[in-house]
């Protein structure tokens, strides 16, 4: 690194006779300074409580030149990073943006993000998430959409030479593994629980109004943004297909505007799609028409120009997803208590899990496998734009589809290559299984 100090003759030491660097010096009240000149004419400073420290820092200089790190950031903060971040992120969404925005603002900028740029290293990120974790209880899913945002703004600092490396690299992933969090894994519905959840909405006076809406959403895999800002034009139930152009936003940020509502085109080119209904979903269309001429429900509901919105409450708003999962939460309770009620505890009944909305749709993409449908069939139906993440993310094989596919493996190789059938035994084994 080209310092401008100039050595001196005379030797120094500190107070416990430590020889002392050029540009070193120790403080009278305690605490050593290293103070250094760049090319540019600029003279530097930094502090610490002890020699070994200082010079940890010294060294952390001295590669941070030969890199080409920026030297003029000693004052420099997150927040300040965060700033520029908004000014250069591009090719989003809005309400993607919006939500990267409202993370940083309620959880990162009051305390963290007042940390000095520089200073911020892996063992400050670890700190501030345990944090968030064990005093604030968040869960790691919340964490995890603080740290999608972190990450993104340090990375912004790494490629501008501001630092050297990105201090929140595996720093969810080792939240996850130190608290047994082994990723957000989403369970689909079993073909009983699926069958349970929707007789008892079939049977059940209070729910069966929500049928339609969920049946749906479990029959075409539609996003919960989709399925809210359906409109009747989008549904052409002559011929059977749902038109997927557009999706339906809630907004409950704390900004200026409050809580609204706002149409955008889908996340990605592959999420506007037509879909094949089947006869069981143009039904539950119909069923959800009557249900809505029979209550005098009629759409009062207008967002950015689109309006004559299907799924409506009785004032004839739109839904959200935190609406419909209020609902889930409700049936889940009642269905489950009915029941124990009928059956008793003690003969372990199938109840229902505790799910979300976008179990609805990890459900879909699951029995569309198990039905044998190819995964770039199921990629167009689900609107990925990647087809890895219709295999890796959304389809998880159940045991019993493992043994078939075995089972129908080994009845392959014994007919094909071995000239042979399954024997009596193999057959009893698939009965077995």
Not at 410 to 428: F, K, M
Request: charged letters at 30%.
């Amino acid at each position: 690194m080209a310092f401008n100090n100039k050595p001196k003759s005379r030797i120094r030491y500190d107070s416990r006779h430590i020889r002392l660097r050029t540009g070193e010096s120790e403080k009278r009240g305690g605490g050593y300074v290293f103070r250094w000149t760049t090319p540019d004419g600029k003279r530097h400073a930094i502090y610490e409580s002890t020699l070994e420290k200082l010079r940890i820092r010294e060294e952390e200089i001295t590669e941070d030149a030969k890199d080409g790190i920026r030297e003029d950031l000693a004052t420099f903060t997150v927040n300040e990073l965060y700033e520029l971040w908004k000014d250069l992120k591009r090719g989003i969404k809005d309400s993607t943006f919006k939500n990267y925005c409202y993370m940083y603002d309620m959880f990162v900028k009051p305390v963290f993000g007042t940390h000095y740029l520089v200073r911020v290293k892996k063992s400050t990120v670890r700190a501030f998430y345990n944090k968030l974790a064990d005093q604030n209880g968040l869960k790691i899913s919340t964490i995890d959409g603080i740290h999608n945002v972190l990450h993104q703004i340090f990375q912004v600092a790494v490629d501008d030479n501001m630092i050297r490396y990105n201090p929140t690299d595996n720093m969810l992933k080792e939240q996850k593994m130190a608290r047994q969090e082994r990723g957000s894994k989403r369970e689909a519905l079993t073909l009983s629980q699926q069958r349970l959840f929707f007789d008892f909405l079939r049977k059940n006076n209070q729910y069966s109004h929500w049928y339609p809406v969920f049946f749906i959403m479990a029959n075409t895999g539609m996003r919960v943004g989709e399925i809210t800002g359906l409109r009747w034009k989008d549904v052409d139930l002559e011929k059977g297909i749902i038109s997927v152009n557009h999706t339906l936003v809630y907004y409950n940020h704390r900004d200026e505007r409050g809580c609204y509502y706002s149409v955008n085109t889908p996340k990605t080119k592959a999420g506007e799609r037509r879909i094949p209904m089947t006869a069981a979903v143009r039904e539950a269309f119909l069923t959800e028409k009557e249900f809505q001429e029979a209550a005098g429900i009629e759409c009062r509901e207008r967002v950015d120009g689109y309006d004559d919105f299907i799924f409506l409450n009785r004032f004839g708003k739109v839904h959200n997803q935190a609406s419909l999962n209020r609902a889930l939460k409700r049936i889940m309770k009642d269905c489950n208590l009915a029941i124990l009620e009928k059956k008793g505890a003690d003969s372990d009944p199938v109840l229902l899990p505790n799910f979300s909305c976008h179990i609805l749709r990890h459900t879909f993409c699951t029995r569309a496998i198990e039905a044998g449908m190819s995964p770039s069939a199921l990629m167009g139906l689900a609107g990925h734009a990647d087809i890895k993440t219709t295999l890796q993310l959304y389809v998880t094989l159940t045991e019993e589809e493992k043994n078939k596919a075995v089972n129908s493996f080994q009845d392959y190789v014994s007919r094909e290559i071995s000239g042979t059938e399954a024997t009596d035994g193999e057959e009893q084994a698939d009965d077995v299984v």
